[in-house]
């Protein structure tokens, strides 16, 4: 079984900066994908930032230039660094990893349980 542990997140003020990352443990071979996603009250969960094996990152629109996704391969660990937050970021944040185990079933694509993170106007 793989797990996510994520950290960061909270509370700051519209402008302000947070970071988040997402560390992934278990009988893990390989990761391909590591990406971010957020799910704000009444909506439905959406995709912030992903960032493959071969860099070849993609963002939400709606983060592009604000956000950045990143990752470290020998700590398994997928990074977002937000910067000029707004209000409408608020949203608990989800880590999802990618890839191949070392014991059957090989595929995984694993899930944390989320880190809120709130921008006060």
């Known amino acids: 079984q793989v797990q996510l542990v994520e950290s960061g997140g909270g509370m700051v003020q519209a402008g302000g900066s947070l970071g988040l990352s997402c560390v992934a443990s278990?009988?893990?071979?390989?990761?391909?994908?590591m990406g971010w996603y957020r799910q704000a009250p009444g909506k439905q969960r959406e995709l912030v930032a992903v960032?493959?094996?071969?860099?070849?990152?993609r963002y939400a629109d709606s983060v592009k230039g604000r956000f950045t996704i990143s990752r470290d391969d020998g700590k398994n660990t997928v990074y977002l660094q937000m910067n000029n937050l707004k209000p409408e970021d608020t949203a608990v944040y989800y880590c999802?990893?990618?890839?191949?185990?070392?014991?059957?079933?090989?595929?995984?694509?694993?899930w944390g349980r989320g880190t809120q993170v709130t921008v006060s106007s």
């Open positions: 960032i493959p094996s071969s860099r070849n990152t």
């Open positions: 278990g009988s893990i071979f390989r990761i391909d994908s």
């Open positions: 999802n990893v990618a890839g191949v185990r070392t014991i059957l079933p090989t595929d995984f694509d694993a």
